[in-house]
């Protein structure tokens, strides 16, 4: 057996297997938005007794606006109409829409339909995630938040994102790889528990721009 097969790194996507997180753990860490002038069209209360964090918004001013670019928010529901002043963006839900998504094109939003809608609207639909139509049940929500959920926070999925998110603002591979096999070695090498992965991600979520700072966190993780 050779050297470099015993010695062979291990791939985020093996320690994601590795480390077991839990549907609940995933479930609670994820941050939900929702944005509708019309908060009561949604099972808000129902979804957050079933232990959905969600922050409910009507509308969006310069400051949510900034919160929703930095990527605080894992999942943002979106309604398209009555949310933005025209001093803040224009074409009020899908002109949100069209700044996040060129912000940060990983970024998960859900646009919110009542099912009639004019032909110009079309492309507020095409550039989200996903659809949820109007009126809402409890159910529906439930199990769309839960498949969003479930495909896209794993450890690996959220490593994927942020490398995507880093690729789009110039960060070549050499240092894409440089970041990854420090972290792929500080995992393997102090065994940290998916909490405080997931527990650094989150922290670090809403500063994708800065996210050479995972460094620091892989050098004290587990300490």
Known sequence: MSWWFVHKRKSIAEISN????????????????????????????????????????????????????RGYYDIIILDIKGIASV??????GLGILQYLKEKNPTQIIVACSSKKFDPSQCKFFNLANDVLDKPITFIECKEKLEQIISDNMSIENRWNALTQYLRSTGIGEKTL??????????????KSTAEKILQHMDEHAPAYTLALQIINFIVNVGK
């Open 18 to 69: 590795e480390i077991h997180v839990s549907f609940e753990e995933l479930k609670k860490r994820t941050r939900i938005a929702v944005i509708d002038d019309d908060i009561n069209s949604l099972p808000i209360e129902s979804l957050k007794q079933d232990n959905f964090a969600i922050d409910t918004y009507e509308t969006v001013d310069a400051l949510l606006l900034q919160k929703l670019e």
């Open 87 to 92: 001093d803040i963006v224009k074409n009020d």
């Open 177 to 190: 790889n440089k970041i990854e096999k420090s972290l792929i070695h500080s995992l393997c090498k102090k």
